[in-house]
């Protein structure tokens, strides 16, 4: 079966990804009156064995995030730097390519899933390189009204198909498929 190129991420309604500092306390700010138990992120990891991110997304993960736990075990990890002097955890390998021949050569490979995990910087290549098999977008119900936003920098146009909604404690999820 061939491997999915998946973007799954959440954005404010407006579009951003992060504050304009790269926070993203808005993602647990969410009130609900009566949640309700949700196991998508689950059920999505399950399908994935290779993560790709950033530099930046990475350091903001392993210093910030989740310094303690590195949320990705189990899973390839590839990180896209320049810089030679990062600590690498268990299963994380530093690239210095391009994230579409990166893409290319994992996409050759027997595997599961590749997901990515950053924001504009890292999809708008591949969005131009049309190597994104689904857009799972997660809409927290906030206005950031500046940010970091998702496309920035994309100058491509692309038509998607939408294959899925769901509403979960106050989310909405998206999925559009190429």
């Not at 990475?58 to 303690?68: H, R, T």
């Not at 490979?109 to 857009?135: C, M, N, Q, R, T």
């Not at 799972?136 to 294959?163: A, C, D, M, W, Y």
């Amino acid at each position: 079966m061939k491997r999915k190129v998946i973007l799954y991420i959440a954005v404010s309604i407006d579009g951003f990804i992060a504050d304009t500092q790269g926070g993203i306390d808005f993602l647990g700010e969410v009130t609900v009156d009566k949640p309700v138990s949700d196991d998508s992120y689950e059920r999505f990891y399950e399908t994935i064995d290779t993560v790709v991110m950033g530099r930046t997304t990475y350091q903001q993960v392993v210093e910030e995030l989740s310094p303690d736990h590195y949320p990705y075990e189990g899973a390839k990890s590839y990180v896209l730097t320049t810089q030679q002097h990062l600590k690498a955890k268990e299963g994380v390998q530093f690239v210095n390519a391009s994230v579409v021949s990166l893409i290319e050569r994992l996409l050759a490979e027997e595997g599961g899933d590749i997901w990515l995990v950053g924001g504009a910087s890292l999809i708008a290549p591949l969005i131009k390189a049309d190597l994104i098999d689904e857009y799972n977008l997660t809409t927290v119900p906030v206005i950031l009204g500046q940010g970091i936003s998702l496309f920035e920098g994309n100058s491509t146009k692309r038509q998607l198909k939408l294959k899925e909604i769901t509403a979960v404690n106050g989310m909405s999820s998206q999925v559009y498929t190429r």
